[in-house]
């Protein structure tokens, strides 16, 4: 019993250590939800928010993300060839 007393110890602070972070994580969701609610409820009050928006919105079909995967990738690859 004595034995194995430490380890339940450890896996009870585990276990309430990751509820906390599971607790954390569903706070910022939810905070995060209840913001872009607000955040669209304020676009329907006038259409020309929306028309701004969507100027401002970068179109899907652009390059952009295969440059940056590219670019991250040779970072990457040249440290490892290099080292």
Do not use: K, N
């Not at 899907?60 to 995967?69: C, H, N």
């Amino acid at each position: 019993m004595r034995a194995l007393f430490p380890a339940l110890i450890d896996w009870l602070l585990f276990f309430v250590s990751l509820v906390g972070h599971l607790v954390y994580g569903v706070v910022t969701a939810l905070g995060f939800l209840a913001l872009e609610r607000r955040h669209r409820d304020w676009l329907l009050l006038d259409p020309r928010f929306a028309a701004r928006l969507a100027r401002l919105r970068r179109p899907a079909g652009t390059p952009a993300p295969t440059l940056w995967f590219f670019a991250s990738g040779l970072g990457v690859l040249l440290q490892i060839i290099l080292t």
